[in-house]
């Protein structure tokens, strides 16, 4: 089974400073993981993945993520906040690999920017 | 680019009434998934769909069921409502192939009165 742990329910940061969502995961193989992000009322959006490629990921809107085998997270990060990132990010987790397998997400955390 | 439509966007129903949800994947999209997100809540997987045949299942009660047709969209019919049942109802899809990216669609949000 799978699992993901993402760290803090809220994070608050200033406009244009450094973001730092931490996420844990827990797999019995090589994962694929995966960060999405949730705006108020609206659907979920893929920011990036990671499958094993490379170790450090970018994704959309300067977005990146570094997976850490041995410390077993995959920290989402972005230099320098802009309001409209305000929002909820998921961490997650596909299934065993099995195709169809559902995704497991982790809690979430809420993004503030402070302007 | 062509995303995953879900229809309706918002739903009102009384307890005990029956609901069915659908998704429309994206073209060339094979698998289908369902996931509940109650208020302030993880979305949570229910079941998948891969070439019209069941193929995971996760939370999903026995009052709900869904299927996949041949144009492979998919519904959810959701019977017996309880309050409980208020969400916003995900439907994701998968491309054909070993990637294993889920798109997620608009949603459905459920009221239950």
């Known amino acids: 089974a799978q699992s993901v742990t993402q760290l803090d329910s809220h994070v608050s940061v200033s406009e244009g400073t450094p973001v730092l969502l931490r996420c844990n995961y827990s797999s019995s193989y090589s994962p694929s993981l995966f960060w999405y992000v949730q705006h108020p009322n609206k659907g979920l959006q893929l920011l990036l993945k990671y499958t094993s490629a490379a170790t450090l990921v970018k994704g959309i809107n300067g977005f990146e993520a570094e997976f850490k085998k041995s410390e077993t997270s995959f920290h989402l990060t972005k230099p320098s906040a802009h309001m409209s990132d305000a929002a909820e990010y998921f961490c997650v987790v596909s299934g065993s690999g099995g195709g169809a397998d559902g995704l497991t997400f982790g809690k979430g955390t809420h993004l503030i920017i402070q302007p | 680019a062509a995303g995953v439509i879900q229809s309706p966007r918002h739903l009102i129903k009384e307890k005990r009434e029956t609901a069915t949800l659908k998704c429309y994947p994206i073209p060339r999209h094979d698998t289908v998934y369902w996931y509940q997100q109650g208020p302030g809540q993880d979305p949570q997987f229910l079941i998948s769909?891969?070439?019209?045949?069941?193929?995971d299942k996760g939370s999903i009660p026995d009052r709900f069921s869904a299927q996949q047709f041949s144009d492979y969209h998919s519904e959810l019919n959701m019977s017996s409502l309880e309050l409980g049942d208020s969400a916003l109802y995900f439907c994701a899809t998968r491309e054909k192939g070993p990637a294993d990216t889920q798109y997620f669609g608009p949603g459905t949000r459920l009221t239950v009165l």
């Open positions: 769909f891969y070439e019209k045949m069941q193929s």
